[in-house]
């Protein structure tokens, strides 16, 4: 079933537009938790920041590694399902976080918080998979992060509405009104086309030939190493600016507004390009030059006068997220293309697995190069995007050679006969 059916150029269709309702829904619930998590449990839980610091990061380390299971999951019950089982889920569970008042129970509530957003996301996406068109799946994942950006930006400012009442009946609303956006989603998903029947795609794919996909893997760090730009955006930037006493003090918001905007407004018409795996590998390039020219433009932004050095950090910022928008692109078709039709949810989790890279070594890597080197480390971090630029080529030449031979498993990862 094609949401596009005139092609790239063509107007979003109905269906597609009730995607883009269930994401932007989904989004605004995640934006809403992302930005008022912290605020909720220590303002009015009351537990001490130190712990909800490690809660959260006890939460990472339990969902990253069940992607792949969580794939795997999706594509046994059917995306829809299963997609509908995880918001249900995170319902309830967003419901259950109102009544947290001990660490332990902390622990446990946003480390399976964490388990069903992550798998949320990639039940969307194979649910993207199942009712879209191969090749119209670039041009609606783009309108779905566009959605996806526009929700963020939402559940953020709800955020600062609850930052400015400063009570707790404000951080409360913040998670309910989470579980409710959550809730409103689940329900507009009841609506969509089930799509091919489950347990189908699964039959000759066993885990591990997901796991043994190495070029895919290589694949997806890649599109992740790249994803350190938002690191960068949410750490780097909000660190350099407080450094700097001649620059103002709300520069690094303003910044993060400025990129969540391009993103919003460029990322639909700047994904053109990235329908074949020529156009792929070439997006990649060139993100991976915009992502290096941002480093050596804060790099320089200590050295001029004021103004100058906000010019600079703008530069930064258009840099950065033109990067953003073009590795999105290209990520898509490596997703989708470069996945079984039938194990879509599976190889998902994979690329959930080496794309959360960003998260796992970007805050580490950036906040050690900038505080230990100043603007010499922002050069030495533009340099690791010069090492993703030398990858790209001979890792997509990998990935195509290894795809199918007639059927649509990758050759890498054909089971043995019987």
């Not at 130190?50 to 339990?62: D, I, K, M, P």
């Not at 590694?65 to 794939?71: D, E, K, M, Q």
């Not at 998903?189 to 795609?201: F, H, K």
Request: aromatic share 8%.
């Amino acid at each position: 079933m094609s949401l596009l059916p005139g092609g790239l150029r063509a107007a979003p269709s109905r269906l597609l537009l009730r995607l883009v309702a269930v994401n932007l829904l989904a989004s605004i619930g995640f934006g809403m938790y992302a930005a008022g998590s912290a605020l909720f449990f220590t303002r009015h839980v009351g537990l001490p920041v130190s712990q909800v610091g490690l809660g959260l990061t006890v939460a990472g380390l339990v969902w990253l590694p069940l992607s792949i299971h969580l794939g795997r999951f999706c594509d046994r019950v059917g995306a829809r399902r299963a997609t509908l089982i995880m918001g249900v889920c995170q319902v309830v569970l967003l419901l259950a976080a109102t009544q947290i008042r001990a660490f332990a129970a902390f622990i446990v509530a946003v480390s399976l918080l964490g388990v069903f957003v992550q798998g949320g996301w990639i039940c969307r996406e194979a649910l993207v998979a199942d009712l879209v068109s191969d090749d119209d799946r670039v041009r609606a994942s783009a309108y779905l992060r566009s959605a996806f950006n526009i929700g963020v930006i939402l559940g953020a400012l709800a955020c600062g509405l609850a930052l400015t009442w400063d009570s707790g009946p404000a951080y409360l609303a913040l998670i309910l009104g989470s579980a409710l956006a959550e809730a409103a989603a689940t329900v507009l998903c009841v609506s969509l086309p089930p799509g091919p029947a489950a347990g189908e795609r699964t039959s000759a794919v066993r885990l591990r030939h997901a796991a043994r996909d190495v070029p895919y893997l290589v694949m997806s760090l890649l599109y992740g190493l790249l994803a350190v730009g938002d690191i960068i955006l949410r750490v780097g930037l909000p660190l350099w600016v407080a450094s700097h006493s001649a620059l103002p003090k709300g520069l690094g918001a303003w910044l993060y507004g400025l990129n969540a905007v391009l993103v919003v407004v460029l990322q639909v018409p700047l994904s053109r390009g990235a329908e074949t795996f020529e156009g792929v590998r070439r997006l990649l390039l060139v993100a991976s030059f915009a992502s290096t020219a941002s480093c050596l433009a804060v790099a320089v932004s200590s050295t001029a006068s004021a103004l100058l050095d906000v010019l600079a950090l703008v530069l930064a910022v258009v840099l950065l997220s033109l990067s953003e928008v073009w590795s999105s692109a290209a990520g898509w078709k490596i997703r989708y293309d470069l996945a079984p039709a039938h194990a879509q949810g599976t190889w998902g989790g994979v690329f959930s697995l080496g794309s959360s890279i960003n998260l796992v070594l970007g805050p580490a890597l950036v906040t050690l190069l900038v505080e230990r080197y100043a603007a010499l480390g922002w050069v030495l971090l533009s340099g690791c995007f010069l090492v993703v630029a030398a990858g790209v080529g001979p890792a997509t030449a990998w990935a195509l050679r290894t795809r199918t031979t007639g059927g649509d498993l990758p050759v890498s990862v054909t089971p043995p006969a019987g």
